[in-house]
T-cell receptor
Framework: AQKVTQAQTEISVVEKEDVTLDCVYETRDTTYYLFWYKQPPSGELVFLIRRNSFDEQNEISGRYSWNFQKSTSSFNFTITASQVVDSAVYFCALSSQDNYGQNFVFGPGTRLSVLP | AAGVIQSPRHLIKEKRETATLKCYPIPRHDTVYWYQQGPGQDPQFLISFYEKMQSDKGSIPDRFSAQQFSDYHSELNMSSLELGDSALYFC?????????????FGSGTRLTVV
């Protein structure tokens, strides 16, 4: 069975602080993809990153960075110098293929509040 | 703890048929969201309901309709199915539209149109 755990339900930081959102996953598949999405109050899911299981290189995009550690089954997301506009719910997700097609599992989400 | 229940888990339909997907939110959650995720694509927001009224509307085709019932469960009705409707359909629920006190996604319904 596949599972995504985001242990932090809610995080509050003050603007300009760095914050890391944790994501731990479980899967028996050797080929899989990991995602992070941002969900603003409108309900849309905004794609942030996709990482495949064979690429453990960390990635940086502006103030965002991701740390993929296959050994610990973690795919953590760090926002540097947070801003009020970063306030949202962030979902980590796991995707793989089985005989029936694509599986996609969301974590429970972490609500980030960035205070001015 | 109870989670968001979606039924059926898998559904196979032929072109031009209709399909109804059901979503049962977490007890006491009053807000439901529907998403469509095509193969290799990101989930696309379709529509949401708060207290049985349509709340926000995304990229939902005119062939689709949805509603939320008095017990807060929601149904997504899809007519004149096309091959391109084959996708994973996720439902999520939360308590309150503006409070955003917690989103929970269901496991999804896999629709295959043949």
């Amino acid at each position: 069975a596949q599972k995504v755990t985001q242990a932090q339900t809610e995080i509050s930081v003050v603007e300009k602080e760095d914050v890391t959102l944790d994501c731990v996953y479980e899967t028996r598949d050797t080929t899989y993809y990991l995602f992070w999405y941002k969900q603003p109050p409108s309900g849309e899911l905004v794609f942030l990153i996709r990482r495949n299981s064979f690429d453990e290189q960390n990635e940086i995009s502006g103030r965002y960075s991701w740390n993929f550690q296959k050994s610990t089954s973690s795919f953590n997301f760090t926002i540097t110098a947070s801003q009020v506009v970063d306030s949202a719910v962030y979902f980590c997700a796991l995707s793989s293929q089985d005989n029936y097609g694509q599986n996609f599992v969301f974590g429970p989400g972490t609500r980030l509040s960035v205070l001015p | 703890a109870a989670g968001v229940i979606q039924s059926p888990r898998h559904l196979i339909k032929e072109k031009r048929e209709t399909a109804t997907l059901k979503c049962y939110p977490i007890p006491r959650h009053d807000t439901v969201y529907w998403y469509q995720q095509g193969p290799g694509q990101d989930p696309q927001f379709l529509i949401s309901f708060y207290e049985k009224m349509q709340s926000d509307k995304g990229s939902i085709p005119d062939r689709f309709s949805a509603q939320q019932f008095s017990d807060y469960h929601s149904e997504l009705n899809m007519s004149s199915l096309e091959l391109g409707d084959s996708a994973l359909y996720f439902c999520a629920s939360s308590l309150g539209r503006t409070e955003r006190t917690g989103y929970t996604f269901g496991s999804g319904t896999r629709l295959t149109v043949v």
